[in-house]
């Protein structure tokens, strides 16, 4: 007999299946035992008679996470069909053979089954292999799942060209001091801080070009919304005649990728009382515009022009107010602040860059970048980069490149926020930190 996933039991009322999966809770009411099966399809409850001897048997040492075959009957579960709450609609399984195909060596460190595991973060992710099992937990990594599936999707649709680039680079992407630096034979390097320079070549080759991968920043913070591994999601456009062309096409995107999780996993934004709005335009500002905003409403002065996460938590406040939305771009950010392939604008002071606001949090940097060689090099030299470290990078516009520009997305701040996540961390499946190394 065939494997037949519990998602498919309530189109088989009446009949015999053979079901494999984790026992999720046993409960013994008198001579009978009750136990809820799951699978990556759902989760059904289970009932074993004592007419059925042998299963009936195998069944009293059956605990939390043994991972069982079961074949049985398919029933309508009594008052099922009026508890929408019951799993696989309100059906159940009457079992006739269990087999037990493995089990747990040790007693379990946490109790997966329950709905919340309210356990504090150090404690969830020491345990995280068994924790990932939870119910609740899985629907983190689902929607996360739904995250990348779509924006492929969307990016394809978009006529982008999925690329990948390498992680082990012999400059630093950004300069700074903001690098891993690596052993590499007889030679030293940097793990990439983003595919920038790639995705810029790549640009010149397809026009249009997108990246999910992962990226390194050894940024010394401890915070709820930094790690210093995380996956990007990238970007990178030509034929651009402003920056405002790479904010619509991004626009576009984050509508199309919100409006996909909306629809595609809506069970499990339930489950943790997760609500999208709606997309249908967001809102710009210049970053000078918001400034002013955070003086004026909130009393908050910038020493610089510059924001930092108060002041973005602030703005997105303020935008959700008279605008009814949880995203706004901030424009213009200075050259001071931005890296060096930054376009200036007509007033040199300031950048053809944005950041892309989602509530209260930087989810994406982009803006157009500087194409022309000799500008390029001019730009380096003031940021006091010596343009012989990127001879490789100046080659591509050496042999010419069209107007382009892009961003980086951080996905797991994407998902954090969605959801209300109390950190970062939670929405990455195995978070590297400044502490972090395991499991």
């Not at 456009?237 to 990728?257: G, H, N, P, R």
Request: net charge negative; hydrophobic share 40%.
């Amino acid at each position: 007999m065939e494997r037949t996933m519990i998602g498919e039991t309530p189109g088989l009322i009446g009949q015999v299946v053979k079901l494999q999966g984790w026992v999720n809770i046993r409960r013994d009411h008198g001579k009978l035992i009750f136990i809820d099966l799951r699978d990556r399809s759902g989760k059904i409850q289970m009932v074993i008679i004592p007419d059925k001897e042998e299963a009936h048997k195998a069944a009293k040492e059956i605990r939390g996470e043994y991972i069982i075959e079961v074949e049985g009957l398919v029933k309508a579960r009594p008052g099922g069909a009026k508890n929408e709450k019951l799993p696989t609609g309100g059906v159940e399984i009457e079992v006739e053979k269990l087999n037990i195909i493995s089990k747990p060596e040790v007693e379990l460190p946490i109790d997966v089954s329950t709905e919340d595991l309210n356990l504090n973060l150090d404690t969830l992710l020491d345990n995280r292999t068994i924790a990932l099992r939870n119910d609740k937990i899985k629907s983190i990594f689902r929607i996360y799942s739904e995250l990348l599936r779509s924006y492929a999707e969307v990016m394809n649709q978009a006529g982008f060209t999925e690329i990948k680039t390498p992680k082990i680079l012999n400059a630093a992407t950004e300069g700074g001091a903001n690098f891993f630096k690596i052993k590499y034979f007889e030679q030293d390097a940097f793990l990439a801080q983003s595919p920038q320079f790639y995705k810029q070549a790549m640009a010149g080759v397809f026009e249009r070009v997108f990246e999910i991968g992962p990226l390194f920043r050894a940024e010394p913070h401890f915070t709820t919304r930094h790690v210093n591994e995380f996956i990007g999601l990238d970007g990178e456009m030509a034929f651009v005649d402003s920056f405002e062309d790479v904010m619509a096409q991004l626009e576009k995107i984050m509508i199309l990728v919100m409006a996909s999780i909306a629809k595609n996993c809506q069970a499990d934004l339930e489950k943790y009382e997760a609500q999208i709005l709606p997309v249908e335009k967001i809102p710009r500002m210049k970053l000078t515009e918001a400034l002013d905003i955070l003086d004026k409403e909130y009393g908050k002065k910038m020493e610089e022009v510059d924001i930092d996460a108060e002041g973005e938590r602030m703005i997105c406040d303020w935008v959700k107010k008279n605008h009814n939305c949880d995203f706004v771009f901030l424009t213009h950010y200075p050259t001071s602040i931005r890296p060096f392939y930054s376009m200036p604008s007509a007033d040199p002071q300031y950048t053809e860059t944005f950041d892309l606001l989602f509530m209260g949090v930087e989810i994406a940097s982009g803006g157009q970048r500087i194409h022309d060689y000799n500008q390029l090099v001019a730009s380096m030299q003031k940021h006091k980069l010596n343009p012989e470290d990127f001879k490789h990078y100046l080659d591509i516009f050496k042999y010419g490149i069209p107007p382009h520009g892009g961003w980086g997305l951080g996905s797991e701040r994407i998902v954090q926020k969605i959801l209300g996540l109390g950190s970062i961390k939670e929405a990455i499946l195995f978070p590297r930190d400044v502490k972090r190394l395991t499991p």
